[in-house]
């Protein structure tokens, strides 16, 4: 998910009571929510679609999650050190207790996972043990109700605690909608993508911007994926492009192409369609779009399309 929906999450986690665990708790939530997108500094060293195999994975594992809120929690308790020796330590703030400290780190790292895991890009829940992807095909990457719904709990509760109430409950009643929400989407994409499977295809259920109750649906396999929008009905699947290319034999391509191996080893939904000058173009249907080369695609100038039958 995006970093404001991995943000609200942490802020929310604390005002539903675990900010009073210790001092700095609620910096602990946020940031430890958005700490495994560390790995977003690829983007400095890697090109191309080399950055799609490297995302979501040895950061978003098992290891960093213990071993991120460490690193987080000391620094934390530093911070707090530091400013207590120059005597600008706020007096409002509770002792810093490390223990509670790494403990909330890791619930904000914790959530970070199961949000990324809820959309169709998927998630390498257990590298490096293990390099499978996980998809939960719930929520589109970026959800306006589920900002709605994070935002209006934290701010009734921050309301209800500046005047000397008791603000732990809005927060609480915020993280039950959300669970609920996610869990009504959960289904949503479950039945349409029941409804739409063939045996021997995939059907992928991908969440559309806004009207989170519709679907796109993708179904197929390399040679023929097909796209359905549930808008106004189920009308017929219909090609996902007008040129496809029977799938090459990439293997040995594979070896020597840095792009090509990357862009296979993460792609979900891959398939070929014919470049304007009769090679290959690979594309992943998740995230097609014939206007124009992006990054969820590679170039295989040296491979021609070759009709299918």
């Known amino acids: 998910m995006d970093n404001l929906t991995h943000s609200l999450v942490g802020a929310v986690l604390g005002q539903a009571g675990l900010k009073r665990t210790t001092g700095l708790a609620m910096p602990a939530l946020i940031i430890g ?14 090109e191309g679609t080399e950055h799609l195999a490297f995302r979501r994975g040895i950061t978003h594992g098992p290891p960093a999650l213990v071993l991120l809120p460490l690193i987080l929690a000391g620094l934390l308790w530093a911070f707090d050190r530091w400013q207590e020796r120059r005597g600008t330590r ?21 959530s ?39 935002i209006g709990a934290v701010w009734w509760s921050r309301r209800r605690e500046k005047v000397g109430a008791e603000w732990s409950r809005p927060a609480q009643v915020g993280l039950a909608a959300m669970l609920v929400y996610i869990g009504v989407n959960g289904v949503i994409s479950w039945a349409d993508a029941r409804a739409s499977s063939v045996s021997g295809e995939t059907a992928i259920a991908s969440p559309v911007p806004l009207v989170f109750w519709q679907r796109e649906m993708i179904l197929g396999n390399r040679n023929d994926w097909s796209l359905r ?47 304007p000058d009769g090679s290959v173009i690979l594309y992943d249907a998740r995230y097609y779009d014939p206007r124009a080369r992006d990054r969820f695609s590679v170039a295989l100038p040296d491979v021609t399309c070759e009709s299918l039958p």
Do not use: K
Request: charged letters at 15%.
């Open 229 to 275: 929008s549930n808008e106004g009905g189920f009308p017929p699947f219909r090609p996902i492009t007008e040129q496809p290319c029977a799938w090459p034999d990439l293997t040995e391509a594979r070896r020597t192409n840095s792009q090509l191996d990357a862009f296979l080893f993460w792609s979900r939904a891959p398939f070929a369609t014919r470049a």
């Open 33 to 46: 929510a958005n700490l495994p997108d560390v790995d977003a500094a690829c983007f400095f060293w890697l």
């Open 90 to 110: 706020p007096e409002a703030r509770l002792p810093v207790r490390f223990g509670w400290l790494y403990a909330m780190a890791f619930v904000g790292c914790l």
């Open 112 to 150: 970070h996972p199961f949000f990324d895991w809820l959309n169709v890009y998927g998630i390498r829940l257990l590298e490096p043990f293990s390099s499978q992807w996980f998809y939960g095909d719930t929520l589109f990457i970026i959800d306006p109700w589920l900002w709605a719904m994070l």
